[in-house]
């Protein structure tokens, strides 16, 4: 058990590390934004790759922010019926969209690294491969399905537990 605690707390941990790194992104992204709209407006002189180079920081930042936004408990929820619902009744519901999401994020990673493992291209304007953003998807993906992984075996914990 102190060895499942220690794994959840590093893969929390890294969860935390790779939404950093997908935070650091966001700064550059908006400035080649900017310097590119600027540029377009009034010297008519866009920023080659711009739109390339902000597809796969978007990429980067999104695939790596979804695991820690779960984490958090960031993700939407639309609560209008399921809070009309009795405590087991919604513990029920949370469990079954939890194990539909990792059956879903689940099919999300294996086709992420099957693609990632099969991509030789590159992009059109700066020739930048497309293989390891096709590999993040895999690699975000995993951190999202352990990180539903961990928050459903806390709901079926808490599905179980006697009612004080």
């Known amino acids: 058990m102190r060895a499942l605690k220690g794994f959840r707390s590093a893969v929390e941990a890294l969860i935390r590390y790779s939404a950093t790194m997908g935070m650091v992104i966001l700064l550059p ?7 590119d709209v ?12 711009t739109f390339e180079l ?37 513990l029920t519901c949370r469990v079954l969209t939890l194990a539909l999401s990792l059956f879903i994020v ?6 992420g690294f099957k693609l990632g493992i099969e991509e030789t291209g590159v992009t059109d304007q700066l020739r930048i491969p497309r293989a390891p953003f096709k590999m993040l998807v895999g690699i975000g993906g995993g951190l999202l ?20």
Request: proline share 2%; glycine share 8%.
């Open 29 to 35: 992204l908006m400035m080649i934004t900017t310097v």
């Open 54 to 90: 902000s597809e796969y920081m978007l990429a980067v930042l999104i695939l790596l922010g979804a695991a820690y936004t779960q984490q958090i408990k960031g993700h939407v929820t639309v609560a209008f019926l399921t809070s009309k619902f009795g405590r087991r009744a919604q």
């Open 145 to 164: 399905w352990l990180q539903l992984l961990f928050d459903l075996t806390d709901a079926i914990a808490a599905l179980v537990r006697r009612p004080s």
């Open 106 to 111: 689940g099919i999300l990673v294996w086709q």
């Open 38 to 49: 600027l540029g377009r407006s009034f010297f008519n002189k866009p920023i080659a790759g």
